[in-house]
């Protein structure tokens, strides 16, 4: 199948989860809905990167998959959804998509809402302290140390992320280099394995085609002084990082739910 008849899939996925979310139903039920849009949204982003390399677009599509999260998260404080595995800091990668884009304040704000506590029932332990230490970088904020002890607890030993987080942690641009490096190489890896196992899921292909975690890991980078050493990096093209998104777009699901919290 081509990539551009994966994109007409990924939109009609798209329409059908966000025809649940204008449905009138409870955030409690709309965990599986919410994170649905957010990978959509994602896809369509790296369907039109891939396609046509239009860094603006991809940016905003990026930034409703964070607009989608945030809503989640922000009806179950209002609902008092408080007791729901969706919750899991770690289950969407819309806080990664929010900093690819550069809509930085969009991060935080998913970071801040996100529980602070790990939730087995939703996340791996690792996992938690791998995106809840980003969120304290990406603020300035500490003490950052335990969620590293925390990951290298949970993990039993070395991993790619693990020592992204050890670089950042140094302040170590050497270190940063080499492993986001070998991140890049595991990443590759893992996704070729996959293939055969997400080959229902039509958004695996152009999610896994652009590496947005890497995006969002060069531009953290940037930010703390660590580099990029390089220009491109496989699968995080130098024109998805080079600009920001601008004017950031209007919230989509304010529109889509006018009768909801």
Same mark, same amino acid.
């Given at each position: 199948?081509?990539?551009?008849? $994966? !994109?007409?899939?990924? $939109?009609? %996925?798209?329409? %059908?989860?966000?025809?649940? @979310?204008?449905?009138?139903?409870?955030?409690?039920?709309?965990?599986?809905?919410?994170?649905?849009a957010a990978r959509g949204l994602e896809a369509l982003g790296c369907c039109k990167l891939l396609l046509e390399m239009d860094p603006a677009r991809f940016h905003r599509d990026l930034v409703w998959a964070g607009y989608a999260r945030r809503r989640f998260l922000r009806r179950s404080a209002a609902e008092k959804n408080d007791d729901d595995h969706?919750?899991?800091?770690?289950?969407?990668?819309? #806080?990664?998509?929010?900093?690819? *884009?550069?809509?930085?304040?969009l991060a935080d704000e998913i970071g801040s809402l996100s529980p602070t506590a790990w939730i087995p029932e939703g996340e791996y332990e690792e996992d938690f302290?791998?995106?809840? #230490? +980003?969120h304290l970088l990406l603020r300035g904020a500490g003490p950052t140390a335990p969620l590293v002890e925390q990951m290298k607890s949970a993990q039993g030993g070395p991993s790619p992320r +693990?020592?992204?987080?050890?670089? #950042?942690? *140094?302040?170590?641009?050497?270190?940063?280099?080499?492993? #986001?490096? *070998?991140l890049v190489d595991d990443r590759?890896?893992?996704?070729? +394995?996959? !293939?055969?196992?997400?080959?229902?899921?039509?958004?695996f292909a152009?999610?896994?085609?652009?590496?947005?975690?890497?995006? *969002?890991?060069?531009? +953290?980078?940037?930010?703390?002084? @660590?580099?990029?050493?390089?220009?491109?990096y496989?699968?995080?093209?130098?024109?998805?990082r080079a600009v920001s998104v601008s004017p950031q777009p209007e919230d989509i699901f304010d529109e889509l739910e006018q009768g909801g919290p």
């Open positions: 199948m081509s990539l551009r008849d $994966i !994109k007409e899939d990924v $939109i009609e %996925e798209l329409e %059908e989860s966000l025809e649940l @979310l204008g449905a009138g139903h409870p955030v409690r039920e709309l965990g599986d809905a919410y994170e649905d969706h919750l899991a800091r770690s289950r969407c990668d819309s #806080f990664f998509c929010a900093i690819a *884009a550069g809509a930085l304040a302290a791998y995106f809840r #230490f +980003l +693990l020592a992204v987080v050890e670089a #950042f942690e *140094a302040s170590d641009a050497d270190a940063f280099e080499a492993a #986001f490096s *070998a590759n890896d893992r996704v070729d +394995l996959a !293939k055969t196992m997400f080959s229902d899921d039509v958004t152009p999610r896994t085609s652009v590496f947005v975690e890497g995006l *969002a890991l060069l531009r +953290l980078a940037e930010l703390r002084g @660590l580099g990029p050493r390089r220009r491109e496989p699968r995080c093209p130098y024109a998805a």
